[in-house]
């Protein structure tokens, strides 16, 4: 069974910085790429940013960009995303996700259940 | 970017009837479509993908259909507990985009 175990998140003010990790279980974690997906209070669903399984493309949303950096470590099966210079519009929950297969097949399969990220003062 | 606009924004249904939800993409997205159900509290779920296969363990009154720009996920006979936040995501392009969502309620 698929297991996704976000972690990280918290009050920080605004211009801060927080790390959020995501720990996978129940699959073949190096072979597939993974998503950080976010969901602000009383909105939808935002993709944020990707990484593909060798760590070699990543990708970001626009609003992310130049402050988010996603990273992972097969080794201990667990993604990251190191956040700068929040503010109030990156209070969301945010989710990490597993793509559904190869480079490619990029919807979600599995998600984990969510970490809470409040930026105020 | 390709913008995914679903409707309608709320959906008032009644247990037991069909409910037809909509997501249009800004540009051909060709087939790669997926849907996906959140209910409070909860993640989302992956429904449909391919825009039109059903996920693991999706009961067959939920179908998808639809190609290009235009989608159409379809619920027969619902169920109380297919009350939720329904979402299509595009996986043609990147960045990767999803729909504002469609509430479906009693």
């Known amino acids: 069974e698929v297991q996704l175990l976000e972690s990280g998140g918290g009050l920080v003010q605004p211009g801060g910085s927080l790390r959020l990790s995501c720990v996978a279980s129940g699959f073949v974690f190096s072979r597939y790429v993974m998503t950080w997906v976010r969901r602000p209070p009383g909105k939808g669903l935002e993709w944020v940013s990707a990484v593909s399984g060798s760590s070699r493309n990543t990708d970001y949303a626009d609003s992310v960009k130049g402050r988010f950096n996603i990273s992972r470590d097969n080794s201990k099966r667990t993604l990251y995303l190191q956040m700068s210079s929040l503010s109030a519009a990156d209070t969301a929950i945010y989710y990490c996700?597993?793509?559904?297969?190869?480079?490619?097949?990029?919807?979600?399969?599995?998600w984990g259940q969510g970490t809470l990220v409040t930026v105020s003062s | 970017e390709i913008v995914m606009t679903q409707s309608p924004a709320t959906l008032s249904v009644s247990p037991g009837e069909r409910a037809t939800l909509s997501c249009r993409a800004s540009h051909s997205v060709s087939s790669n479509l997926a849907w996906y159900q959140q209910k409070p509290g909860q993640a989302p779920r992956l429904l449909i993908y391919d825009a039109s296969t059903r996920a693991t363990d999706i009961p067959a009154r939920f179908r998808g259909s639809g190609s290009g720009t235009e989608f159409t996920l379809t619920i027969s006979s619902l169920q109380s507990e297919d009350f939720a936040v329904y979402y299509c995501?595009?996986?043609?392009?990147?960045?990767?985009?999803f729909g504002q969502g469609t509430r479906l309620e009693i």
């Open positions: 995501q595009q996986y043609n392009n990147w960045p990767l985009s």
């Open positions: 996700a597993k793509h559904g297969g190869s480079a490619g097949v990029d919807f979600f399969d599995s």
